[in-house]
């Protein structure tokens, strides 16, 4: 039995593995050899607090099995992070816990700051954003994408938003399929440091006729 619901503190850990196995060679160009996984961690539990009800979780038996975080506003949720979070962060640093190094974590931060630069500048005003998609391996292929999406847009269509947005690696041919399904077209295109990702949107409304979770 498949269950989709809010976060809970005990699947933080699940979901900050979850994190890690679906963006691997990323993070791997990223951060180097050693991936903290404490980083992640605190990112997810920053997030779950900063925007509780756009952090759905699937829940297949009693294991945590995939998780989408969408935002009402990437913008706002962001700055929030930037004051309230981010300074923890670097105190995290400066005391070891979490193994990356100054030039490695500003790097880190120059490749998000461009990549977010160039999203937000692309980002139509009242637009929601799905920010990450991940299914658990051993639990892929089982319709959970298709399920968490339908979810995170129905999370934004109660918030009154109207279209929502998200950005996608170019070779990530799953993921593209499963939006190109849901009924998101690409409209624009971002190059980082990470390679090329396609902006993809599409009107919230209709979320339940055009998703099929069967």
């Known amino acids: 039995m498949i269950v989709y619901r809010k976060v809970r503190k005990e699947?933080?850990?699940?979901?900050s593995l979850i994190f890690r196995q679906a963006f691997y060679p990323q993070l791997r160009l990223l951060l180097g050899k050693h991936?903290?996984?404490?980083?992640?961690?605190i990112l997810l539990q920053a997030y779950a607090r900063l925007e509780k009800d756009g952090f759905i979780?699937?829940?297949?038996?009693?294991e945590t099995s995939g998780f989408i975080l969408v935002s009402k506003n990437k913008r706002s949720l962001l700055a929030k992070f930037m004051v309230f979070y981010f300074p923890g962060l670097l105190i995290n640093l400066l005391i070891g816990s979490l193994r990356i190094s100054p030039g490695r974590l500003f790097f880190l931060w120059r490749q998000c700051f461009l990549f977010g630069g160039k999203s937000f500048r692309k980002r139509k005003n009242k637009c929601g954003q799905v920010i990450i998609l991940?299914?658990?391996r051993k639990f892929q292929r089982q319709g959970l994408g298709k399920g968490l999406l339908c979810e995170?847009?129905?999370?934004?269509k109660s918030k009154g938003l109207h279209q929502v947005q998200l950005e996608v690696r170019a070779d990530n041919e799953p993921a593209l399929n499963l939006y190109r399904q849901a009924g998101f077209v690409t409209v624009g295109k971002i190059k980082t440091f990470l390679g090329v990702s396609f902006i993809m949107?599409?009107?919230i409304a209709g979320v339940q006729n055009q998703i099929s979770v069967s």
Do not use: E, H, N
């Open 11 to 15: 699947d933080l850990p699940w979901c």
């Open 35 to 41: 991936i903290p996984r404490k980083l992640f961690f």
């Open 57 to 62: 979780v699937s829940q297949s038996g009693a």
């Open 134 to 136: 991940a299914v658990r």
């Open 152 to 156: 995170g847009l129905d999370y934004l």
């Open 201 to 203: 949107t599409r009107p």
